[in-house]
Structure formats: structure tokens, C-alpha cells
């Protein structure tokens, strides 16, 4: 038995129903508890610390000002009306943009389950229309190319520039790293043609990792994208996917390897893992990274050069989706936070009196997620704030929601999206959910796209 202290709705793993969920404290962890009339009981783990610290987390959040306009209408209640309906409590930080199904690795871990062999890719007219819908439902969010692998696309450089002209000016390139690695004269013209900086899977710092979550070795691969980056002088965005047991014990390498390349690496995205395909047990607790876990990681991992109380809640939909961080470096060569110092000054963050959740989290990314102008080696020897202009780095982190785990208020509340070809936008953890047989709850919109209704 544990001690209840919040309720919210959720849905069954198996048949997807929606059914009501309880946060329950229970040994010094928080578990969602929930029961399918038909399926049975479910516990999951969900923050390892007690429920003090949960809820001390949630001040951070605050409800957003909701989708400019909606393409959907409610009908059968969330999460299954999303496009966004209009009962969506926030506009959007991050649009995801599939672009592509195929990929040039077959990773055992991958989001987006690319499927080589559903070759269809939207075309130039119908990305002119995913990025209007984007514009008119949410507004100029940071867009995310993504695949699949965008990478394989040859047209990559004009679907920027396409994006740049309808008015997005934060645009990054989620990929692994292959083509930019082999073909520096590729990433000068994604470069060339506005890309802000590029979104990098970085599992860790050695092959063993790779060979497990990506099925062959990569490490040298992604050294030498990052090496292309430095010179062709476009940002990098570090993004490991977080398995226990496989690179969790890296974080603190991780975070050493990032601080290496400042300042063509600007931040380190971590995403713990999360159970989608199919899973027919659910996972144990031993299988989860939360929150708390990533932040005693970094402490430990780093011998306190970054702190338990560097990292705090992003000032955003819910709170217990993300924390943010930013540092600069010190001359002496440490990380310091300035997280606590400055906060929604310099760190872009919000404050009662600030912009509105989405905005501020948009405005985060969007001014330290690229390389700064006039950025050069001589910056090295500047003052503090040319320090801060260039010589930083942020730490950030985002588990995903599971069928297990999914919260539906922390849903309503999701700013990372996905648009598709039919112009819907879908929260990301909705997107890409499956029940635990690995069927979707929507269907991958570029599959969708050529399915007939
Ligand atoms: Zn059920």
C-alpha cells in the first residue's frame, strides 16, 4: 500500500482505453497505479524520490496558452482527438517533421520505427503544407527534421530553406550522423541553407554502446560529424538515449566528451528510454531512468562539478517532463551553473512576469541551440560575456511517456509535436505510442498519408 497524492487518467497497455490512474507514494518512490476492468493491474514506477520532491517539482509547471487554432474538435476525449483539439493546454516548443521512413542504420532503438519498406516521402508541396499548418496552429516554434533518417533525402537543403522562407528561423537536422560524417560538402549546404544546428544521436563514448543500441559501431562516426560541424561552424546538440545498464554508468563521460568540443557543441539532450514496440511484460522498475535518476547520475558522474541543484524544472507544461540546465565554462575548465543565478535572463527561462511557458522554452532553444555570431577562437580569451555568448552548455532532459507510464494530463499538457502530411499536429508522446502488442494509437502519418480513408 502506499500513500495517495495525485490522480489523473490513463490508458489501459493493452486494449488503449482510457481509464483512470492514481500517483501513489510507496517506499520513497512515486508509481502510476491503474486498473483495466478486462486487463488487470498496473504499477509504474515513475520518479524515484519521495512524493515530497515529486510535488516540489511540479511549482514549475504552468498550464501554456493553448493551440492558435485547432484542426481537430473533441470527440473521444484525449488522447483521441489530437490534432491539436482545443482542449490542448499549450502551443508548441519543438515540431517534429518526419520526412522520410527510410533510414541508413537498422537501430534496435528507434522512435520512429523506420520502415524501409513504405518508401512514400512527402513532396515539396505537401512540406510547404505541414509547415503552414505549423504556422497557423502553433506558430514559429523550433522545427525538427526527422526521419526515419532525413539525411537520405538529397532535397534536405531546399526543405530548409523552405522552412526558412515560410518563417521558421530555428531549424535542426535530427540525425545520426552518417551522411554528414562522409559528405562535409552535404552538411555545408544544410548549413547554407539555414539549418540552426544539428540534433545528433550520441548514445556514448565507446562502441560497446553502439553495438548494443545502434547494432554496430559508431562512435568514430559521430567524432567525425562532429569534427565536420566544428569547421562547416554549425552547432551540435548531443542526444543519448538513456539504457540502463548499457550507458547510464556514461553520463559523466558524456558530459566530459561534450565540454571537449565547446563551443561547436552547445548542448547535451538526454532522453531516458521509454518501452514503445512491443513489449508483452511490462517493464520492471529496473528498467526505468527517472528524472531524479539522471540528475544523481550527473552529480556523481561528474564528482559534483555539476550539482543536484543546478538542474531545475523547465517553467513549462508539466513540470515532471523535462528539466533544464544551462553552464558556461570557467576558464579553469569547469561547468557552472547559471541556472539558479539567472534565471529568465539570461537562460531564456520564464518567471511569473515573463512570456507565456512555450515561449520561453522556444526562446531557450532558440538562442542556445545554434552557434553564436562572430564566433571564433579568439573568443576564448573575451570577457564573460562573450564566455556566455559562446563558451557554454546546455544540459537537458526528456523522458518520453510509455503506454505503462503515460500521464494524460501530462499529454494535454505535451509541447513537443508532431505534424503530418494530412496537416494534423500530434503531442509526440501520443505520436509514437503503441500498446504493448506494438500497435499504434495513430498510425505513422506517412503511412497514414497513403493508406485510403
Ligand atoms: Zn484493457
Known sequence: MGELIGETESLCPVCLKIIPARKVADSGKV??????????????????????HYLDWAKGSEKGSGPLHSFTTVDKGCPYDCGLCPEHWTRACTMIMELTLRCNLGCPVCFASADASRDYEPDMEVIRGMYEATMGGVGACTIQLSGG?????????????????????????????LRIAREPDYLRRLKDAGASAIYLQFDGVTDDVYQYTRGRDLFDIKRQAIDNCDREKIGVILVPTLVPGVNDHQLGDIIQFAKSWIPTVKGVHLQPISYLGRYPHPPGDEDRITIPDVIEALECQTEGELKWQDFLPRHAQDSHCSFSSFFIMTREGKLQALSNLARGRVTGWGSSTGPPPEESSRRFMSRHW??????????????????????????TCMPFQDVWSVD?????????HVVTPGRRIIPFCAYYLTNSSGERLYPSSLVDAITPK
Open 31 to 52: 508509481y502510476l497505479e491503474k486498473t483495466c476492468p478486462e486487463h488487470g493491474d498496473y504499477k509504474v514506477l515513475i520518479w524515484r524520490r519521495d512524493a515530497r
Open 149 to 177: 533518417e532525413p539525411t537520405v533525402r538529397d532535397d534536405l537543403p531546399q526543405i530548409i530553406a523552405l522552412g526558412r522562407e515560410v518563417g521558421f528561423n530555428h531549424i535542426l537536422v535530427n540525425t545520426n550522423g
Open 370 to 395: 545554434r552557434l553564436g555570431e562572430g564566433c571564433c577562437e579568439s573568443c576564448n580569451t573575451g570577457n564573460f560575456f562573450d564566455r556566455v555568448l559562446n563558451y557554454y552548455l546546455t544540459i
Open 408 to 416: 494524460i494530463d501530462r499529454l494535454r499538457g505535451c509541447c513537443g
